[in-house]
């Protein structure tokens, strides 16, 4: 779940897991935009356990750059989540209405984890938010999608070693 988390004097952009209604663990963004000034960076990659099951988030633009999924992988992950929230003014989101799954598989591929995205939908006067979601396996292929400006349940079965 994402959420604006204010840690003493300093404001994140974090995603946290929560397990049985307690705080498992949370990620900060790492990677802001210049928009976002009123942010503090966040500098850990952290893994989560499920089950012996390790999995790591990004959120928003870190998924641009590779370097926190590839941390993660290191230390064992096999699946990221990447919780999303593309609503941009009309003539950006156009721009990066097909960009962003190009980033996304390409960490698939670099890290051999799935990825799976979650993103917003908004048709305003201000912007758009295609809200594209989708699973991508660890070769980078597309296994499930929802389609721009659609809203769904994505799932699908898999094998994870």
Request: hydrophobic fraction near 35%; charged fraction near 25%.
């Amino acid at each position: 779940m994402g959420l604006i988390e204010r840690d003493q004097t300093k404001i994140y952009n974090t995603a946290v897991v929560i397990e049985k209604g307690k705080l498992a663990g949370k990620y900060r963004k790492q990677h802001l935009l210049k928009k976002e000034f009123f942010f503090t960076a966040g500098n850990a990659s952290p893994i989560f356990i499920k089950n012996d099951f390790k999995f790591g988030i990004n959120i928003c633009s870190d998924t641009r750059f590779a370097d926190s999924a590839i941390d993660m992988a290191h230390k064992g992950t096999k699946l990221f989540f990447f919780p999303l929230n593309n609503s941009l003014p009309h003539e950006t989101a156009s721009k990066w209405k097909d960009q962003h799954l190009k980033y996304w598989q390409e960490i698939a591929k670099k890290t051999k984890n799935w990825v799976i995205t979650s993103d917003v939908i908004e048709e305003s006067q201000n912007n758009t938010g295609f809200g594209f979601s989708v699973i991508i396996d660890p070769n980078g292929s597309v296994t499930k999608s929802i389609g721009h400006l659609k809203e769904g349940v994505l799932t699908h079965q898999c094998l994870i070693n």
